[in-house]
């Protein structure tokens, strides 16, 4: 046994309990004139009414108090610890004091203020010094024990009262009743209470663990971690599964990280307290690995658009064109006998967004489509959103790394991976800044930094989907709701509104073209929208009455990628993929689809008409501005506000960030706008020349 001045960390300890019962043995000191000091026992969850039950070693806490002194600290302390045995029984069993009224009755009979077992006195700390901590180690399993403490002041005087629980300890010896309290966390699998956990992982998933324990609650402390992989028996320390030997260094407090292909995986995490009490964690992991590329079916298509009970984009006749009912039935071209997938099967091959979507889904094909939109009832996105900033696992990254190629779109699709916030845009995820404060709001500019496991910090915005998976630097939407632009105080509809820059044309960029020597046939140089979804202007135009502010055009939320057409002062800076294969210029994106505004679109067809003074032979140049926002337009040909800033945006394109070492070699493939808002005859021969470039085999 020994004493020493560390900090005994426990919550509310400093708090004495009232009413406990001051019984004891008679007293054998008298007071002197003056006040004494006066001394409690600081042990954790102490109860009046019965022993604690405590480990073989632990450490014991006092608290002295000298009300004449200067310091209000004694100057010495001592203490006593014998057995509390009182007696034996007929048998030979030995009585012990268990409770107060026992002690009441026989605590004479085991402390005395003569015994010689009481300790030298030492002195007491000095503040702002933390008060005494007595170890207590290697005691009898099974043996009721009592504890006495005594303090002295400057005088001389001291301490006079033995009563129960709050002067005498009163505790019970039970080996293994403890261990330590761990708290282990990886990453993305979270932090589970069990000692035993068991979770299904994806095949190359980073996996991230560290942990921290505690054996304050019974007075004990931990002296040493010790973590591994796959033992062959966790009691052998001499295991070769052991990543480090046991201690309290900073690499004893997580693990380095790791990343399995395939199998059955068992991490062992091992904390050892001062009574040598120990906690074993277990972690197994069953690895969902890789299929072989001739061993998976070809397509799988997903369906995360929540639009069952959408009554939106209302065709003609007052039908829901934005609906399942509707919306479905456009995909089901890939199930046909001819211009279909070969060995589709729509039953088969397709998750409704109904249904939920996991890892082991899409390892077992080629190609994944995803036709997506944000929203807070996705299943497969749900899992991928991050909450109050905390990133969740992304499953999709490995999938693209060595599983197969992913195929995504539609409006709003990447901003499904993103956490709902209140963002300026565009959103830069390598952005330096963090939040931006406007009339007492806070807008979300950038994601700030994360810390790893060792306790390095590194951006976050970097380490998130779309820019480490899709490759992408900035995120854009043309009119969103709920969203402003960098430094405005109202949402971007009214700043760039959607009568002038939403999306009502596509374009094939030339040099995709020509990178991938494209027909004309296969994918058309333009095309424009649904004239069935999109028929106002269609009969305005018939009847003559074609206006730009409509407020008809109702598509403001399709995504296009690292453009700032805002007075966001911060670089995007692309991506560059430098060693990918086929990355054109070394760049991770590749422009595939540029967007041609409303207003862009109705002055090519007003110029035709017959009217090149368009928009001026119409609208004032206050119009304009009224009209379309205050950041929606520039000029074209010279000739200003006769153009939105959203016209030749990317808002298709490939992504090579994953193909270095994916199976197929090929990219995967962004599209921010939703094909079945387009000509569907023009979107469908899209979809399947990008099916087609994955390897999948097409119907004639």
Known sequence: MKSSKRILNIAGIMVLVAGLMAVGPATAQEPSDGLVPTVRVLVPNLSSMMAKVMPPSFAVGLLGLDEDSATGRPAKYRYLLVTAQYDTTETGEPRYIRTPFE????????????????????????????????????????????????????????????????????????????????????????????????????????????????????????????????????????????????????????????????????????VEDSAHQVRLITWGLQVVPFVSMNNQFPLLVIDQTVDTNSNAWPDENGYPRDNAVYRNPYWQFLAESSGGVSF????????????????????????????????????????????????????????????????????????????????????????????????????????????????????????????????????????????????????????RKVDCVGLKGLVLDPDFRANHAVDASAIADTFFTDMVIDWHDVVDAGSGNLELFSNTFPFRNDEFVNSNISPRTTPIIPQECLNWPGAPGGMCVEPMFTGIARMDWMREYMWNEGDPDWPFSTYTDTELIEGCGSLGMTSYQDIPHSSALTNGQTYGYFSYKMTEDKPSGKADVYWGFDPYRFDPDETKKAIRWVLDYFGLQINP
Not at 149 to 169: C, H, I, K, R, T
Not at 180 to 206: D, H, K, M, R, W
Not at 361 to 374: E, G, H
Not at 442 to 456: A, C, I, M, R, S
């Open 103 to 270: 002690y009441a009755a026989h605590g004479a009979d085991v402390l005395s203020w003569d015994d010689p077992g009481w300790t030298a006195w030492e002195d007491y700390p000095e503040a702002p010094d933390p008060d005494p901590v007595i170890d207590v180690t290697d005691l009898v399993d099974d043996v009721y024990y009592l504890m006495a403490l005594q303090v002295m002041d400057a005088d001389g005087a001291v301490s006079v009262d033995l009563n129960y629980q709050l002067e005498v300890f009163n505790f019970w010896v039970r080996e293994g009743a403890f261990a330590p309290e761990v708290t282990i966390c990886e990453t993305y699998l979270g932090c589970p209470s069990a000692s035993q956990v068991f979770n299904e992982i994806a095949g190359g998933q980073p996996l991230n663990f560290s942990w921290i324990a505690s054996a304050e609650a019974y007075g004990g402390e931990i002296v040493s971690y010790r973590h591994g992989w796959d033992l062959i028996d966790p009691e052998d320390p001499n295991d070769p599964g052991w990543a480090v030997p046991p201690g309290l260094a900073p690499e004893n407090m997580f693990a380095d990280e790791r990343i399995f292909m395939d199998g059955i995986h068992t991490f062992i995490l091992r």
């Open 344 to 495: 589709f099967d729509w039953d088969r091959d397709r998750i409704d967004h109904t249904q939920e979507v996991s890892y082991s889904d899409l390892v077992m094909y080629k190609a994944v489509l995803c036709y997506a939109r944000a929203h807070t009832n996705q299943t497969m996105f749900q899992q991928f959103r991050p909450v109050n900033g905390q990133d969740k696992y992304v499953w999709l990254a490995p999938y693209q790394w060595r599983g197969g190629n992913y195929f995504q779109v539609g409006n709003a699709s990447m901003e499904s991976y993103l956490e709902t916030l209140l963002y300026m845009i565009p959103v830069i995820f390598d952005a330096n800044e963090t939040v931006y404060l406007l009339d007492g709001q806070t807008f979300t500019v950038g994601f700030g930094q994360k810390e790893l496991p060792d306790g390095t910090m590194i951006p976050r915005g970097p380490t998130m989907y779309p820019y480490a998976t899709a490759g992408i630097a900035a995120l854009d939407w043309t009119s969103p709701n709920s969203k402003n632009i960098y430094g405005r105080p109202d949402p971007a509809r009214f700043d």
